[in-house]
């Protein structure tokens, strides 16, 4: 059987985070970049597009993981909490779900490489906490990777996310999507 149809099988063709009926593919828990059994999710467009794209997260789509984190399937394991501890920044019910979660220690381990723990939160020029959706301004001129770009010092930038990376934050400047180091912000 080709890795697909037994990721198929074990999942009885529903979304392994949410049990949804639409189309489904596999998504490869990071750090590994391979689609394997023991490594791979089976998630449709919602879960998925969520996961890669945290701007568009719906919190309340998230309620799902309140079954599928007892999954016996440690990808999915790992999956569920990574999701929930993102999600444990502004919601309390996951913050509950991560606090009762169980995983072996090896799961647990894997499940916590390229997350932050709480030491690791982005901080602002200030050492204020960034959140997601906070309003900041950048206090320095700061080019942009590859462009000719610089975003001025004075830039506001509203309503921002996280990234995986607490060293940068996410956010909008003239209508286009930039990593910005947290320590070159001011919190408003
Ligand atoms: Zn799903």
Known sequence: MSTEA???????????????????SPFVVAPHTQVTVDHAVMLCDTCKGQIED??????????????????????????????LKRLATTEGWAQDLVEMMYMEEETQKWAEIGMDDDADKPLDVNGV???????????????????????KQGTAVRGIALTDDPKHIQGKVNGQTMYIIAEYCRKK
Do not use: F, Y
Not at 54 to 78: E, F, G, I, K
């Open 6 to 24: 037994t990721l198929l099988t074990r999942c009885e063709s529903k979304c392994e985070l949410c049990a949804a009926e639409s189309p489904l």
């Open 54 to 83: 945290p701007d568009t997260v719906d919190a309340n789509h998230w309620r799902c993981l309140n079954d599928s984190m007892w999954s016996q399937v440690a990808p999915v394991q790992v999956l569920a909490w990574r999701q």
């Open 129 to 151: 906490e960034l959140k997601k959706g906070d309003d900041v301004t950048v206090i320095k001129d700061l080019p942009v990777k590859g462009s000719s770009m610089v975003i």
